[in-house]
């Protein structure tokens, strides 16, 4: 396996977690799985003031954290797979952070920022916005219970236009509309194939059969 540091992103509800621990067992491999227990979320998806802040930088703070405990493995011993990017932490400030929090917010990532490993590679799952709600809703996690197909809306928008311009490492864009890899066999092997093939720029991976 030629990328010893792999990271899976993708909007709320796609599927990274899942993704990765499944992957995990196929490459026997380390896992790094984003902390979703954000004591602040639940309030931010009721629409709290004062609550975006609170969810952002508590997020920012433990993914650096989870994120120097990567910088610090040998990586050359076992694969290492993350649920998440470190950037990924900057497309949630920009649509829910006002001004003068966004500029609080800048000074403290890009000290941050610049002590973070970067991936070898990064998979990017993508979903059309109806199927993202429909998985969200059947996870049933307490704190989203509050959170409105126009806020996901948004959240898949940001993500595409990200990764669109996205260039700091070789990446896999997954159309996962089609795919179910928790329930079919197949086609998590035909994913892990698609990840062996993997090499420099941007490839993109649509089922056979599928939509569009």
Do not use: W
């Not at 998979?123 to 993202?132: E, K, M, N, P, V």
């Not at 059947?138 to 959170?147: C, F, S």
């Amino acid at each position: 396996m030629k990328f010893k540091s792999i990271a899976v992103e993708g909007p709320i509800g796609v599927g990274k977690t899942t993704f990765v621990e499944l992957l995990a067992k196929k490459f026997d491999a380390f896992r790094i799985l984003e902390d979703v227990n954000n004591p602040f979320l639940k309030e931010f998806y009721q629409d709290k003031p004062g609550t975006a802040f609170q969810a952002q930088l508590f997020f920012l703070l433990s993914r650096f954290r989870q994120q120097q405990e990567l910088s610090q493995r040998d990586l050359f011993s076992q694969i290492a797979l993350c649920d998440y990017i470190f950037p990924k932490d900057k497309i949630f400030a920009y649509l829910n952070l006002d001004d003068s929090e966004l500029m609080l917010y800048d000074k403290l990532y890009s000290v941050l920022e610049a002590q973070v490993p970067k991936p070898d590679l990064v998979i990017f799952l993508q979903a059309d916005t109806a199927r993202l709600v429909e998985r969200i809703r059947k996870r049933r996690r307490e704190a989203e219970t509050g959170i409105s197909e126009a806020y996901v809306n948004e959240v898949n928008k940001a993500y595409n236009y990200f990764f669109f311009h996205y260039s700091h490492a070789p990446l896999l864009v997954i159309d996962t509309n089609d795919i179910d890899f928790v329930e079919h066999e197949e086609h998590l092997d035909e994913l892990v194939a698609q990840i062996r093939k993997m090499d420099r720029g941007v490839q993109y991976y649509r089922p056979m059969g599928s939509a569009g």
